[in-house]
Every structure is written in structure tokens, then in C-alpha cells.
């Protein structure tokens, strides 16, 4: 039998690769890491990369594992899922691995200005009833470029033709530069990419079910407004797996 919430949550206590912050904490604690993860956590120089919306970690480990010159920050809530990846990490030995519990609304508290290079979006839940919650929107690139360096990379990987379809529609709108965007990763990826050569297992769960996984890689520069696209877009037919979609509408902004 797996263990349970509390023991797990008693693990994240110790783990070293840990860092629990949630609204109830950073209102009251400063963050001092922040601007100094090189120096006092992977005591190194080299790129950090975030996997926001982490879940389990698949992702996280994976690209450590795969690129151990770089260092990988997966960043999520759900400390009970959090703990698979930051356990498989420590057990592993994998020193360019660390994982941050907090809200994502909040991520500009715990990095500067410059100090993450890339921002992976794997799995996002749509959200397609509040565009202001999309990882993808305003309101979060915002976020992200108080400490993406100038021009950084935005990786979304995506089961959704809903949230595929409204970062298109943004990035286009705001004329952010794209270096890859595909509606059917596996069948147009070549060998050596970085989004195809990790999948995590509700990936294959979607696949199996028929979806196309999506993925898109743009560029965030630092300077210029950013504006929500005015389009209508026809929603998902489903929610999450085995599940139908809630809503009776077929399209929305």
C-alpha cells in the first residue's frame, strides 16, 4: 500500500529538495533564495529551467535527468503528487533537481529579475471557463517576465485544442516570436526534441484515447503590453480523463 497524504507530507519536511511556500507561509516569510538559487541551492552557473504545474514530477526528473547541465525547478500545490518526483530525485542522487510547493499566482516572489532562462507548461488544465487562470494569459506572461530573462522560452505541451488554440491566438496577437509550434508533436518531431523524447503517463493515457498532443515554444520579451486576443474559441469536449466537459456552451473567449 502507497503511502498516505500526512506521511508524505511529513517526508517534504525533510527532503532537501523541497521548498514549501503556499499563500499561508510567504504572506508572513520572506523568500531569501530568491535571485540566489545558483549560489545556495545547485552551486553552479548554469540555466534554470521551471515546469510550472509539475504535478508528480515526471517532467522535472526527466529533463534533469536528460540534461544534467541545467538545473530544473518543478513548481506545483499539490505537495501529496510533488512528493513522487522530489522522492525519485533524492533517491536518484540528481543534484539539479528541486521542487517549490507554491501557489503559481505567486511565482514572482521566489525568483529575479533574469535568474530563470525557461518556462515549461506541460499539462495545464485549460481553464476554459476564466481566461485570467490560463498559464498561457496576461496575467501569468506578465508574471513570468519579471524573471524570465529577456526573450526567454515559454514551452507549452498540451492535450487541449482549447488552450493550444488561445496561446496561438495570443502569441499572434502580440506578435511574441515562435520557434516551433505543432498540432501533432509525435508525428512531426524529429529525434532530438526535447518536447518528444519525455512522456509522462497521462500523455499516453491521451494518446491512447486518440488526442494529438500539441506543443508550441515561444519567445517572452521583456518590454511591450500585452493584450488578451477579442476571438471566440470552441471549447474541449472533455475536462480530464473519462470525463465530459461541464459546460453546455460550445465556445468562449
Not at 529538495?17 to 516569510?29: G, I, L
Not at 521551471?50 to 518543478?74: H, S
Not at 498559464?135 to 524573471?147: C, D, G, H, I, P
Request: charged share 30%; aromatic share 14%.
Amino acid at each position: 500500500m502507497g503511502k498516505g497524504k500526512l506521511a508524505k507530507f511529513a517526508d517534504m519536511e525533510t527532503y532537501e529538495n523541497v521548498f514549501q511556500y503556499p499563500y499561508s507561509v510567504v504572506e508572513h516569510v520572506p523568500f531569501d533564495m530568491q535571485g540566489h538559487w545558483r549560489e545556495d541551492y545547485f552551486h553552479n552557473d548554469n540555466p534554470i529551467v521551471l515546469e510550472l504545474g509539475c504535478g508528480k514530477g515526471e517532467y522535472t526528473v526527466g529533463l534533469a535527468k536528460k540534461y544534467p547541465d541545467v538545473n530544473f525547478i518543478g513548481v506545483d500545490i499539490k505537495g501529496a503528487r510533488m512528493w513522487t518526483g522530489a522522492t525519485q530525485a533524492l533517491q536518484e542522487g540528481l543534484k539539479n533537481v528541486a521542487f517549490l510547493r507554491t501557489n503559481i499566482e505567486i511565482i514572482e516572489r521566489f525568483f529575479s529579475e533574469g535568474e530563470v532562462q525557461e518556462i515549461w507548461l506541460t499539462f495545464s488544465d485549460p481553464q476554459m471557463k476564466n481566461p485570467r487562470k490560463r498559464l498561457t494569459s496576461t496575467y501569468f506572461l506578465e508574471r513570468y517576465r519579471k524573471f524570465l530573462s529577456d526573450g526567454g522560452f515559454v514551452h507549452l505541451k498540451t492535450d487541449s485544442n482549447f488552450l493550444f488554440t488561445y496561446t496561438s491566438y495570443l502569441v499572434e496577437k502580440n506578435h511574441l516570436p515562435v520557434l516551433v509550434k505543432t498540432t501533432d508533436l509525435y508525428a512531426t518531431a524529429s529525434k532530438d526534441s526535447v518536447a518528444a523524447s519525455i512522456q509522462t503517463y497521462y500523455e499516453g493515457m491521451w494518446m491512447a484515447r486518440g488526442i494529438n498532443i500539441k506543443y508550441m515554444k515561444f519567445c517572452l520579451p521583456r518590454d511591450g503590453e500585452l493584450e488578451e486576443p477579442d476571438i471566440e474559441i470552441e471549447l474541449d469536449d472533455y475536462r480530464s480523463y473519462h470525463r465530459d466537459k461541464r459546460s453546455s456552451k460550445d465556445k468562449a473567449k
